[in-house]
């Protein structure tokens, strides 16, 4: 209030909307994947398919950190 500054935290237009829509449910997939992934690991961390999951967890994580920079909460 003191500065007279506005700061916008979401979208201008109705397009970017649906963009952020987007980005919000894809962000609650990688914590959903994330939490899955890992839960399988921890289940067995020697199962066939590990390093595979491993990777994916290592993706999926990438992915919300970039996600995060845009969508804060």
Known sequence: MNTGQV??????????KVAWDHLRDRKAECI?????????LRDDPNCEGADFLRKEV????????????????
């Open 32 to 40: 959903a994947a994330i939490a899955d992934y890992e839960q399988q």
């Open 7 to 16: 700061k916008i935290l979401g979208p201008f237009t109705k397009e970017q």
């Open 58 to 73: 290592d993706y999926e994580r990438k992915l919300l950190n970039q996600i995060s920079t845009v969508i804060k909460d």
